[in-house]
């Protein structure tokens, strides 16, 4: 199972200084941008389709985890 971190009240400038700052490390990117007039826009970096899956699936699992842990307090 991979490591799933939060980044939950992180800043967009925190993240992508992280990002720069461990580039040597990252292997691919997928990312959503909310942007303030409503927009949506989506992407990812060099990455097959199969790793793609796995982390759009590893954080839909980590979501549903906490939704359970917030029903059941």
């Known amino acids: ?3 799933i971190e939060s980044l939950h009240g992180t800043t967009p400038a925190e993240i992508f200084e992280s990002g720069l700052e ?3 490390e990252i292997e691919a ?3 959503a941008v909310l942007w303030k007039d ?3 826009t989506a ?3 060099n990455v ?3 790793n793609l899956a796995r982390m759009i ?3 839909d699992e980590i979501q549903r985890r906490r939704t359970i842990d917030d029903l059941d307090d």
């Open 29 to 31: 990117i997928a990312a």
């Open 57 to 59: 699936l590893l954080l």
């Open 48 to 50: 097959d389709t199969a």
């Open 1 to 3: 199972m991979a490591k």
């Open 22 to 24: 461990n580039l040597g």
């Open 43 to 45: 992407g990812w970096s």
């Open 38 to 40: 409503g927009r949506v």
